[in-house]
């Protein structure tokens, strides 16, 4: 980095991590990650923006297979739920079973990632209208825990199926302290070219020129927004943009 800037080598490394970074569930292997590598993807979350510089988040880290074990018990009795509730749609319910959604056994570590509003006391610079702002910098720090984890060779999975009052109870997570991630994280055999989901058909990505608008809700064409609008539309879901290619 020179004077605060990215050399192209280092952007092409950045962006390759976004394109390439996967919900890893299906292929963890049998490999302890190091203590550095782990040191450092915990540090580059912790390095996330926050709302006020509130820091609000906790990285429980877990190993132990008997609370693993507790933990994949409320998985299965949450996925079970999502079942019953396709029951009116038996394709779909089909492929939601036959679906991996978690690899809490698999992999070499478990993180729960937590969000503390009282930390710094009541009064957080920058939160005072929207008070969702410290959970979206907990976001944060999950997004830069999963690509440092890609950079480092780590593959991540964010298991959301699970009862987050059964969590807190294994981990004995304080009543004012909310759960907001569950992770596993491992080695993997490899990080797939598409989204598990998107390979197993069960939905597809959208082109950008569907979620981008111009100047309001709604407006997809803009005379001060031309070129870049024109190269919206022309970029399909397929296309890999970093420098350096795919």
Known sequence: MSNGYLTGPEKDGLYKAIFSRRDVRSHFITKEIPND???????????APSVGFSQPWNFILIKDPKTR?????????EREKSIQMLEQNKPRQEKYVSLKLEGIMESAVNICVTYDHTRFGPFV??????????VYSVCCAIQNLWLAARAEG??????????????????????????????????????????DLERAGWLSRMNLDEVVCFEKWGLNESEDWSGLAEAVARLRTEDNIYAGGP
Do not use: M
Not at 37 to 47: E, G, S, W
Not at 125 to 134: A, K
Not at 162 to 178: A, C, M, R, T, Y
């Open 37 to 47: 590598v782990l040191l450092r993807i915990l540090n580059a979350a912790h390095h």
């Open 125 to 134: 610079l920058g939160r005072t209208s929207i008070e969702e702002t410290g």
């Open 154 to 195: 780590v593959g991540v999975g964010w298991v959301s199926i699970l009862s987050n009052q059964e969590l807190g109870n294994i981990l004995e997570i304080p009543p004012h302290v909310k759960i907001i991630a569950y992770l596993c994280l491992g080695y993997v055999d490899e990080f797939a070219q598409k989204p």
């Open 69 to 77: 074990l507790q933990v994949r018990e409320s998985f299965l009795k």
